[in-house]
């Protein structure tokens, strides 16, 4: 066998011996048995019941996601496909100290008055997010009266914590690189959560964070010839904490596709 062949032949096998449910054990004792996810592994693990299980998340246990686990799903979410097999997604993965500074360091921008990048939403969109964020604040979720906006605001601003998660990411793309490419990027974070989810760990997307990218840019040494997408949260679902019961409502698919024949 060549070094080649054998080194590619090693790497799959390593790809599937993450996959091994002596694997998946090892990491589950890893990491504990305190936070229950409504996602933990056993109970969803089709992507059938994953993609009718999965929500966004924005509280967590403060219990740490074991680095072999996240490798894991790295190694395997690395084979979402990509145009060209460009695979262009970026990431940096923070915790500890890293994930504070970076959150001291939006915080403080935020608190500054600093205005986010982040695109307005177009008009015939909007209701979107007004519904969303009546679900959000409402008595589903926060359950913060509509006149009470400074604790609105505070609720707002856990969105620059990273929501309290052990685990926060920053994703990124070379700026050269055109909207499809983007498009395989939010293709690769569609397999990471579920990978995630899978084992049992939730996330939150944050285009918030992406919303100040100079502070990013700056916090984690990413070049300007890099575009900031989003930020991630990422840990165990705290089941019992407030904004975690919310489930927000689908159009039918028959609005977004059709048969053309
Ligand atoms: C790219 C992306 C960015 C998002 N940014 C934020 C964010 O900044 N803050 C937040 O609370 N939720 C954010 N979300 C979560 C969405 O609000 C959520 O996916 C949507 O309301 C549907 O709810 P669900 O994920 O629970 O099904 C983001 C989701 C995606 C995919």
Redesign the pocket.
Known sequence: MSDSTRSASSTIKNLFAFDSPEYVNRARQVSGDGPKSTSTPGTATTVTSLMRT???V?SFWPTPVPRDLLRQVLALAQQTASNSNCQPWRLKILTGDALQRLSSALLEAVKAGVEPTTAPIPEHFKHYRSE?GHL?YGSEGYDIPREDREAAETARRR?YKFFDAPVGMIIYIDKSLADVDVMCV?MY?QSLSLLLAERGIAC??????AGYPDVVRKELRIGDEMLVL??GAVGYEDVNARPNG???ARDVWQDHAEFVE
Not at 204 to 209: A, D, E, H, R, T
């Open positions: 999965r929500h966004s924005r969303f959000l969105n939010g974070l939150c997307w944050q285009v918030s964070v989003s930020g919310i489930r927000s």
